[in-house]
């Protein structure tokens, strides 16, 4: 199993710019999340999924969309980069039954200049 | 308003020794409670966990205590290995989240052999 992947690990965008972060599991888990993380700082949510199809707001969603069109993948898209959005993004999925012990992809390393 | 707190940035141990990590909440909602250990360029990884019903919670060498009245919870390592350097971050949650973790600042611990 390669557990959580994301693609693509580090990035350059200039302000202004789109893209889009994939996170993918193949353990077959219902729940996932996009986390931030920014220097010094702990993970803050940004948007989840209870399940394919779904989505909600985390703690810091503004600037973001997701999308949860099948099961494995959960979608993260920056319609309009910031240099506030320089930040690593990590991705997590979980078990209903066990939604607080998640397990993290690697990590996405993007900077917005 | 930082919900979880964790206020040593970092913390240097001599291997063998104990390794004692603090953690404070706010939130007197929360039920659910984490550790997580990261390791640089890698993702977080689930560590220990405790419930608010519980006070302590053993897992081989790491145990994490809970004091629900001064909402205060720690993890203790002992005995300490140089692979347990890494930085750790205290989470936190209650029932009906869907798995939201709000996370603390994390400490950087180093085990010196």
């Known amino acids: 199993n390669a557990g959580v992947t994301q693609t693509p690990k580090f990035r350059v965008l200039k302000t202004g710019q789109s893209m889009t972060l994939l996170c993918a599991q193949d353990?077959?888990?219902?729940?996932m999340y996009w986390y931030r993380q920014d220097p010094g700082m702990g993970l803050r949510l940004i948007h989840y999924s209870v399940g394919e199809g779904t989505t909600a707001k985390g703690e810091v969603p503004d600037g973001y969309n997701v999308s949860r069109l099948k099961k494995q993948n959960f979608l993260l898209g920056l319609e309009s980069a910031a240099p506030s959005q320089t930040s690593v993004y990590f991705c997590?999925?979980?078990?209903?039954?066990?939604?607080?012990?998640?397990?993290f992809g690697p990590g996405t390393r993007l900077t917005v200049t | 308003d930082q919900q979880v707190k964790q206020n040593s940035p970092s913390l240097s141990v001599q291997e063998g020794r104990i390794s004692i990590l603090n953690c404070d909440y706010t939130?007197?909602?929360?039920?659910?409670f984490l550790w997580y250990k990261k390791y640089p360029a890698e993702g977080p990884t689930f560590l220990i966990s405790i419930s608010s019903i519980k006070d302590k919670n053993e897992d081989g060498r790491f145990t994490v205590f809970l004091n629900k009245s001064a909402k205060h919870l720690s993890l203790h390592i002992v005995p300490s290995q140089p692979g347990d350097s890494a930085v750790y971050f205290c989470?936190?949650?209650?029932?009906?989240?869907?798995?939201?973790?709000?996370f603390g600042k994390g400490t950087k611990l180093s085990v010196k052999p």
């Open positions: 939130n007197s909602m929360f039920d659910y």
């Open positions: 353990m077959n888990h219902e729940y």
């Open positions: 989470a936190a949650s209650d029932t009906g989240s869907q798995g939201n973790l709000i």
């Open positions: 997590a999925s979980s078990y209903p039954g066990q939604i607080y012990e998640q397990y």
